[in-house]
Nanobody, 126 residues
Framework: QVQLVESGGGVVQAGGSLRLSCAAS????????MGWFRQAPGKEREFVAT????????YYADFVKGRFTISRDNAKNTVYLQMNSLKPEDTAVYYC???????????????????WGQGTQVTVSP
């Protein structure tokens, strides 16, 4: 029912910035909490950030706090992840996810989300 399409990944040097976008269709975007996760080679998928359905609440993993900003534009059915001061250890596939089942805030668990995007590669060179 819900489809998520990510874009904006790429290759940047350490210290650079990227802005990821996730466009949603097929559901009621404005009623969904949204999240970003990432998965590096050989690592488990890990929580990055989440934003409440209205955009009024945000929550971040410690390792990105102060560097990344999650935001959403409900009029455009899109959630964003602004990534600044990127580090090589940020290299991963980044996934957008939608909580269409009103999971408990903050949604930091994989199981909190019902729909997932295809992922977009972010590579940060040393």
């Amino acid at each position: 029912q819900v489809q998520l399409v990510e874009s904006g990944g790429g290759v940047v040097q350490a210290g650079g910035s990227l802005r990821l976008s996730c466009a949603a269709s097929g559901g009621s975007f404005s009623s969904y909490g949204m999240g970003w996760f990432r998965q590096a080679p050989g690592k488990e998928r890990e929580f990055v950030a989440t934003i409440s359905y209205s955009g009024g609440g945000t929550y971040y993993a410690d390792f990105v706090k102060g560097r990344f900003t999650i935001s959403r534009d409900n009029a455009k059915n899109t959630v964003y992840l602004q990534m600044n001061s990127l580090k090589p250890e940020d290299t991963a596939v980044y996934y957008c996810a939608a909580d269409a089942n009103d999971s408990r805030w903050p949604q930091v668990r994989l199981s909190d989300y019902e729909y997932w995007g295809q992922g977009t590669q972010v590579t940060v060179s040393p």
